[in-house]
């Protein structure tokens, strides 16, 4: 077993001790001195190291919020619109009192007939709105899942396409059981209702799934797999296969005029509520990527 050397001033006092020159009680103090200093000095460096962590989490959730505020407050002419479109939708929806038409009826309605409802409404003021279904096979990093969402596409002037994400139930897509404070209040900054363009719900997804990952890290505790970014751009950013008048079952509906600001309805085939029941029976409205949304 290896001695720890002994430091050269004193090894001359118990030198000295054993010359008769010092006595036993100034080496055992002096060692006892010597320990106590290095202690308050290890102390001193935790202390200026907990101090630092603590500066470095609070800048970095107070730059997730400001970033988060940043992504969420931009919008487009479309997406606004759309956005008061599907206010006014829910509104009429719950002044309608619509009931929930599964098989197995919810107190209250359901998602899954609301969202037939919203798809429904906004098509009859002209948005090319669609029930999606998301599904992804599981990997090393990820178990298999599936999401339903609506979607709303658009061409812009100079003939991009548009993609637009409906998700009546976003703030809830990112709460944890065991969050910090920070991350709820993160979570708290999230709308209810998420109407925005792929390239902006891709910057949130970014945003919470980094902030998802600092908070179990500091309460040293692994993130679920369902929280990964990957698993969360899964959901809605996946490759997917609209249907067309030939793969679709289309008919005529009544138009219903609404009080949407800038958006005039116009006659179209739009999809049914038996329509979108018809369409879960059909298969293959998917791409071949690990990915695919299922248009309902």
């Known amino acids: 077993m ?24 100034d080496i055992v103090f002096g060692f006892m001195e010597e320990s106590s200093e290095s202690t308050v000095g290890n102390l001193c460096d935790c202390e200026e190291d907990d101090n630092e962590d603590v500066e470095e989490n609070k800048a970095f959730w107070e730059a997730q919020e400001k970033l988060l505020q940043a992504t969420i407050g931009r919008t487009s002419s479309f997406e606004s619109k759309l956005r008061q479109a599907v206010k006014y939708s829910l509104e009429e929806i719950k002044l309608a009192g619509s009931k929930c038409s599964c098989r197995t009826p919810v107190a209250g309605g359901c998602r899954t007939c609301m969202r037939k409802e919203i798809s429904v409404r906004l098509q009859n003021v002209a948005y090319n ?24 596409v658009e061409k812009s002037k100079k003939g991009d396409v548009i993609r637009v994400v409906i998700e009546l139930n976003f703030r809830a897509e990112f709460e944890m059981a065991r969050a910090s404070e920070e991350y709820n209040r993160l979570v708290n900054r999230l709308p209810e209702v998420f109407v925005g363009k792929t390239e902006r719900l891709k910057a949130v997804i970014k945003i919470m799934c980094a902030a998802a990952k600092k908070c179990m890290k500091e309460k040293k505790m692994h993130i679920a797999p369902w929280r990964k970014h990957k698993y969360m751009q899964a959901k809605w950013l996946g490759g997917y296969q609209r249907p067309t008048a030939e793969t679709t079952p289309l008919i005529m509906m009544p138009v219903v005029s609404y009080a949407y600001a800038d958006r005039q309805p116009k006659p179209k085939a739009a999809a049914s509520m038996l329509t979108f029941d018809l369409m879960e029976n059909f298969g293959g409205l998917h791409c071949g990527a690990t990915a695919a949304v299922e248009v309902l």
Do not use: D, M
Request: proline residues 6%; aromatic residues 10%; hydrophobic residues 30%.
């Open 2 to 25: 290896a001695k720890n050397p002994v430091s050269q001033p004193y090894s001359e006092e118990i030198a000295r001790f054993l010359e008769g020159t010092a006595n036993f009680s």
């Open 129 to 152: 709105c669609v029930i999606c279904k998301s599904k992804w096979k599981s990997s090393s990093e990820i178990p298999a899942g599936n999401h339903t969402y609506l979607e709303v």
